[in-house]
């Protein structure tokens, strides 16, 4: 009864497809792939039909889950400490040290808290006769928790009514969970989530767990290391002590000084700091030790060892070329998988029925040559899921796997839920999220009882809130104080950009095109209208011009997506819309519609300025985004040659939000800003105001943070800010 209803439930959100997919995008649900090298920031495609797992049935895989990752955690303590498993003959000692995640520098130290594996990524597929599967286990770190838990937001909002009929497990809990984790192993200090930038394929995952965990994102320039212990350095360089790390690099680029020497995205040193027992690391470094798809085979063996158990899931039947099993893989080789365990995301896996007879042969001579560094596994024929074909809207079965998450700190929880993920094409066994395919919510039905969390009655829930508030500006980097100001600077642009353009644009029509060339003036563009239509698209839609609406809109949006946790997804979804609005409204291109496109954009610039005035954000913090917001609007209202009189209510804007930061430091891209303004407002006939503003200039001294900014990639001061400043 319960899973016809979750059906019938799920059948209302296809017809409510559009309006999630609106949702998500509008909230910026986004997923990164590499292309030839070159990174592309896409919507990670959404499916509305869930995979629906009845209760008994997800209770007997949580069991096993559980059991597994347990064994997998017995393990890596066992290997990087006593070995008793390779003695004991449980796992050959030249597949330890042959793996490419074992790492010798961790060798002899125990995490703190014991855990090394506190989030678990457990791959499996469900076979057509209902039985499940796990394919792989991903210990190191593990992405996609984010998208169903957004996903299953929208979902409940839209169709509120159908879910209160329906009894499906409720999945908000995994940042609770998370968060519980990290501070379970927690040594001294603050808990950070550490994003090696913003072109990471999951940065939207990394900002959005900040978020909703309470923890401070931060960059690899923003820890230090010093005795031995992580800080955490301020956009004024006062040290706050990190006592967690959830870090989402990998483990060769974690730290230069002990894995890669080249890396420009790690800690150097905080491997010593873990080492001392003075940091925690979510992953533990070394745990490819045990997710290595060779070392897959023995977990098994690793249950009944470990555990005295038998197993409770299974893994797929699996060949070893280095055993006894290389005939079976030779003989075979047109009917297997064969999987290279140097490779991760769905690539390195080959189909033999795929390959013609010398392509077959070829392969075979690499196995005889490395057979260490591949497996072979029996197809699993697993089920097919519906999935609503975006181009014809029909039904179009799809294969599809499930990653579960195993959350380990004090005790061990599988989340209520899981990324489902589906092929892009019909019939394709590959469905990583790097190969191009979507995402749907799994939905894990209840029991006749309700609607069940994934927490016991009293036990403590984490306010993430209040943690996240209680050190929103102490916790502001001095990158992030540069997005906060530039993004006030940007959205300001816009808005005004685009209010002054549309009179002179409409003068245009009346009289020529000499009655468009003062604003080209002011704005310090060209006034040789040689197609002055072209001109016209280039200054709203050209996104290689970086004087356009267009390359404003975007710089905004580069700087806003780095302040998810401080600021929130509400209020950034505002800076979305806009992009999605320009970039409609370029296609459109001269009709009725990019004008009404251009009035949405100022209106949600107008709504972004709103949601953050009256967010619970600290008003010093506030202050960062509103002074750069209202310099950029005196900057635009002088040169658009506004009156004193126009002047007093921008400027009394700009010393209410000065005023909060009385006495604090005050980052240096406000003074720059500042005198920069000071020194062009004579020659356009305001030097009233340039002595009023260089008395705030006066009053910044001795108080300006110097500290330098580390450019690794992240977009603050803009190409179209380099004529100004």
Not at 159 to 181: A, E, G, I, K
Not at 451 to 459: K, L, M, R
Not at 580 to 588: G, M, T
Request: charged share 25%.
């Amino acid at each position: 009864m319960i899973e016809s209803a979750a059906r019938r439930l799920a059948s209302e959100l296809v017809d409510r497809r559009e309006s999630i997919n609106r949702e998500l995008s509008r909230n910026g649900v986004r997923f990164g792939i590499y292309k030839n090298g070159e990174y592309h920031d896409r919507l990670f495609p959404y499916d509305p039909i869930p995979r629906i797992i009845e209760s008994d049935e997800f209770d007997r895989m949580e069991a096993g889950l559980k059991q597994r990752v347990n064994a997998l955690n017995a393990y890596l303590r066992d290997i990087y400490s006593d070995k008793q498993a390779i003695k004991d003959g449980i796992v050959p000692e030249e597949y330890v040290y042959t793996s490419a995640g074992y790492f010798p520098q961790v060798n002899g130290v125990t995490p703190p808290g014991g855990v090394f594996a506190h989030v678990a990524g457990e791959d499996l597929v469900q076979g057509q006769d209902g039985q499940w599967w796990v394919l792989e286990d991903n210990l190191r770190i593990p992405s996609g928790a984010s998208y169903p838990l957004f996903a299953r937001d929208i979902e409940r909002r839209i169709t509120p009514s159908l879910f209160r009929n329906v009894r499906v497990r409720d999945n908000r809990d995994y940042p609770r969970l998370l968060r519980q984790s990290m501070d379970f192993v927690s040594t001294d200090g603050i808990a950070v989530v550490l994003t090696p930038g913003r072109y990471n394929s999951a940065f939207f995952e990394h900002a959005y767990l900040a978020e909703k965990t309470g923890a401070a994102l931060a960059f690899p320039e923003d820890l230090e290391v010093v005795d031995n212990k992580v800080y955490f350095l301020d956009y004024a360089g006062r040290k706050h002590r990190v006592g967690v790390v959830y870090r989402r690099l990998s483990d060769e680029y974690l730290d230069p000084f002990a894995f890669n020497p080249d890396s420009v995205i790690g800690v150097p040193g905080i491997l010593s700091a873990y080492r001392s027992g003075n940091v925690a690391i979510v992953n533990a470094p070394g745990n490819g030790a045990a997710d290595d798809k060779a070392i897959y085979y023995f977990v098994p063996n690793m249950i009944r060892y470990y555990l005295g158990e038998e197993p409770i899931l299974h893994n797929a039947p699996t060949y070893m070329p280095m055993f006894e099993d290389r005939k079976e893989v030779f003989d075979r080789l047109g009917e297997l998988v064969i999987k290279d365990v140097a490779e991760a995301g769905g690539y390195g896996v080959v189909f033999g029925s795929s390959l013609d007879r010398s392509r077959r042969e070829e392969l075979a001579e690499r196995i005889k040559a490395e057979p260490r560094r591949f497996i072979a596994q029996e197809v699993i024929q697993f089920k097919d899921i519906d999935v609503v074909d975006p181009e014809t809207g029909q039904m179009s079965p799809r294969k599809c796997d499930l990653r579960a998450f195993v959350v380990t700190g004090k005790n061990t929880h599988v989340w209520y839920s899981g990324l489902t993920r589906y092929s892009s094409i019909p019939g394709q066994m590959i469905v990583n999220s790097s190969q191009g395919g979507g995402f749907k919510d799994t939905w894990v039905l209840a029991k006749e009882t309700g609607v069940e969390h994934d927490y016991a009655p009293g036990s403590e829930v984490v306010r993430v809130l209040e943690q996240s508030r209680k050190h929103s500006l102490a916790l502001v980097t001095a990158s992030k104080a540069d997005n906060l100001f530039w993004l006030g600077r940007y959205t300001e642009r816009v808005f005004t950009t685009l209010s002054q353009f549309f009179p002179f644009y409409d003068r245009v029509m009346d009289t020529d095109v000499d009655a468009f060339r003062p604003f080209a003036r002011a704005l310090d563009l060209p006034e040789d209208f040689e197609d002055f239509d072209a001109f016209i698209h280039s200054f709203l839609y050209d996104e290689k011009n970086p004087d356009s609406v267009r390359s404003a809109i975007v710089y905004a949006f580069n700087n806003a997506v780095i302040l998810r946790p401080e600021l929130g997804s509400r209020s950034l979804q505002q800076v979305e819309l806009a992009m999605s609005s320009i970039v409609e409204a370029s296609e459109y291109g001269g009709t009725d519609a990019d004008i009404f496109k251009h009035r949405d954009i100022a209106d949600n610039m107008l709504a972004f300025w709103g949601g953050v005035e009256n967010s619970p954000v600290e008003p010093t913090l506030k202050s960062f985004i509103f002074v750069g917001k209202y310099l950029e609007r005196l900057d635009l209202y002088t040169r658009f040659g506004y009156s004193v009189e126009e002047l007093k209510a921008p400027l009394a804007k700009l010393g209410s939000y000065i005023l909060p930061l009385n006495g604090l430091p005050v980052p240096q891209c406000f003074a720059e800003g500042l005198r920069w303004l000071v020194g062009q407002l004579p020659q356009r006939g305001y030097a009233e105001l340039a002595e009023k503003l260089g008395m705030l200039l006066k009053d910044f001294d001795g108080r300006i943070s110097t500290k330098d900014l580390k450019d690794l990639g992240m977009l603050n001061t803009m190409d179209m800010d380099a004529a100004r400043l």
